[in-house]
């Protein structure tokens, strides 16, 4: 009923005392005003304006909008500013949601492009599986979810999670055997897993579980599970106290070293997607699509880093997932 250029007249009205000044005031003309007010008075229903020779004064109900309108239009002045600088890179928040071992190359480089290029912009950074992160994006409560998917096993059902989002393909990490430097085979050069079908396995989070069964199945073997733990830098420090091996993905080689473990490419190859994935709206939110740009550019660097396989430094304290 009452709009932000209604306010806008009546407040100048008030403080300029004339329609003509008023007009002067606001950049339009005198008729202008006055249809404005009529217009104003036919949606309240009441007089706003009383009108003698060529002065004007408020009416009691003109005086309640132009009181009102000092702290309505600042407030819209208010609004105008911040979604300006939201949509100048000026501010703006992200909220990051992705699988724990993308903490330990893929996001720190990210975000660090981001506060690089657009130190204004907030970004917060949770850690969540797949199920979780995508649920949280639906919801409203992250921006953009990074995911995985096992090539070949559950994109199928990812996809399905995916319809009506929109996904950027991040990267294709490769999933290695790593053994234990005094193996056997270590110096095979690429693995199959029917060679290890005997020996006990360390299996990570439960997706990571399952595509190890689900690969030792499609060989001919159930794999003998003798540890469990989500913590990748955990899982290469039980191989390479020989307590076993494990498949782990490129990404985390990259970033946790170890001098007693060799990584085998597997024979045939093994790999994950990895995706961002936001909503329609959300992509074209400036802070956004500009955290979807370094995402992008992080992932170039990690694919590149990450082909650098195991052996030299120490292992940072904590990579999952």
Same mark, same amino acid.
């Given at each position: $009923?009452?709009?932000?250029?209604?306010?806008?007249?009546m407040?100048?009205?008030?403080d300029?005392?004339?329609?003509?000044?008023?007009?002067?005031?606001?950049?339009?003309?005198?008729?202008?005003?006055?249809? $404005?007010?009529?217009?104003?008075?036919?949606?309240?229903?009441?007089?706003?304006?009383?009108r003698?020779?060529? *002065?004007?004064?408020?009416?009691?109900?003109?005086?309640?909008?132009?009181r @009102?309108?000092?702290?309505?239009?600042?407030? #819209?002045?208010?609004?105008?500013?911040?979604?300006?600088?939201?949509?100048?890179?000026?501010?703006?928040?992200?909220r990051?949601?992705?699988?724990?071992?993308?903490?330990?190359?893929?996001?720190?480089?990210s975000?660090a492009?981001?506060?690089?290029? @657009?130190?204004?912009?907030?970004?917060?950074?949770?850690?969540?599986?797949?199920?979780?992160?995508?649920?949280?994006?639906?919801?409203?409560?992250?921006?953009i979810?990074?995911?995985?998917?096992?090539?070949?096993?559950?994109?199928?059902e990812?996809?399905?999670?995916?319809?009506?989002?929109?996904?950027? @393909?991040? #990267?294709?990490?490769?999933v290695?055997?790593?053994?234990?430097?005094? @193996?056997?085979?270590?110096?095979?050069?690429?693995?199959?897993?029917?060679?290890?079908?005997?020996?006990?396995?360390?299996?990570?989070?439960?997706?990571?579980?399952?595509?190890?069964?689900?690969?030792?199945t499609?060989?001919?073997?159930?794999?003998?599970?003798?540890?469990?733990?989500?913590?990748?830098?955990?899982?290469?420090?039980?191989?390479?106290?020989?307590?076993?091996?494990a498949?782990?993905?490129d990404?985390?080689?990259?970033?946790?070293k170890?001098?007693?473990?060799?990584?085998?490419?597997?024979?045939?190859?093994?790999?994950?997607?990895? #995706?961002?994935?936001?909503?329609?709206?959300l992509?074209?939110?400036?802070?956004?699509?500009?955290?979807?740009?370094?995402?992008?550019?992080?992932?170039?660097?990690?694919?590149?880093?990450?082909?650098? *396989?195991?052996?030299?430094?120490?292992a940072?304290?904590?990579?999952?997932?």
């Open positions: $009923m009452i709009d932000a250029a209604g306010l806008r007249v407040k100048a009205i008030a300029e005392g004339s329609f003509t000044s008023a007009a002067n005031a606001l950049g339009f003309t005198q008729p202008a005003i006055s249809q $404005m007010v009529r217009r104003l008075e036919q949606r309240t229903g009441t007089v706003l304006v009383e003698y020779g060529r *002065q004007v004064r408020l009416t009691e109900a003109g005086r309640v909008l132009a @009102h309108a000092v702290g309505v239009l600042a407030a #819209l002045d208010a609004a105008e500013e911040e979604i300006t600088a939201i949509a100048g890179l000026r501010a703006g928040r992200v990051l949601q992705a699988f724990p071992s993308s903490s330990a190359t893929l996001v720190p480089r975000l492009i981001v506060k690089a290029r @657009h130190p204004d912009i907030s970004v917060t950074f949770t850690e969540a599986e797949p199920p979780e992160s995508l649920a949280a994006l639906r919801a409203g409560d992250c921006d979810a990074v995911v995985f998917a096992y090539e070949g096993q559950d994109l199928g990812l996809e399905e999670d995916l319809s009506l989002l929109v996904t950027r @393909h991040l #990267l294709d990490d490769e290695r055997l790593v053994v234990p430097r005094a @193996h056997p085979l270590a110096d095979a050069g690429t693995a199959s897993m029917a060679d290890f079908a005997d020996e006990e396995w360390i299996a990570g989070c439960p997706r990571c579980r399952g595509y190890l069964l689900s690969l030792a499609g060989v001919g073997f159930t794999p003998n599970v003798a540890f469990e733990t989500e913590d990748y830098v955990a899982q290469i420090g039980l191989v390479s106290a020989g307590l076993g091996v498949l782990v993905p990404i985390i080689l990259g970033a946790a170890h001098d007693d473990v060799v990584s085998l490419p597997l024979s045939p190859p093994s790999r994950r997607q990895i #995706l961002a994935v936001t909503t329609p709206d992509q074209r939110v400036p802070a956004v699509g500009a955290a979807l740009q370094a995402l992008c550019e992080a992932a170039r660097a990690t694919a590149g880093s990450s082909r650098t *396989q195991a052996s030299g430094a120490e940072p304290a904590l990579v999952t997932g």
